[in-house]
Nanobody, 115 residues
């Protein structure tokens, strides 16, 4: 049984910053591939960023240079630092943990970028 709990979402003005956190249960966190996804109203869920066990990262083109994914294996937590936010970043952000063949999802946290 694995549970993921996201936090840190909220309302922010364009150009502002937010830091999302995903706290995970389980004793094998350091071996999981972690990722952040988002889903805007009327849109499909899309990949934002992933990070593997060793720290190698991958980003969607739309967030490169603005978002940073990181992990603290000692705290069983993955983070998404979001800078220079724009209204198009408005979405529900979901944390995902993967260790084949299993995938786990958090409940999501709302991020709204508006003036």
């Amino acid at each position: 049984q694995v549970q993921l709990v996201e936090s840190g979402g909220g309302l922010v003005q364009p150009g502002g910053s937010l830091r999302l956190s995903c706290a995970a249960s389980g004793s094998t966190f350091s071996r999981w591939v972690m990722g952040w996804y988002r889903q805007a109203p009327g849109k499909q869920r899309e990949l934002v960023a992933t990070i593997i066990t060793g720290g190698l990262t991958n980003y969607a083109d739309s967030v490169k240079g603005r978002f940073t994914i990181s992990r603290d294996n000692a705290k069983n937590t993955v983070y998404l630092q979001m800078n220079s936010l724009i209204p198009e970043d408005t979405a529900v952000y979901y944390c995902r943990a993967s260790e084949a063949p299993r995938t786990y999802w958090g409940q999501g946290t709302q991020v709204t970028v508006s003036s």
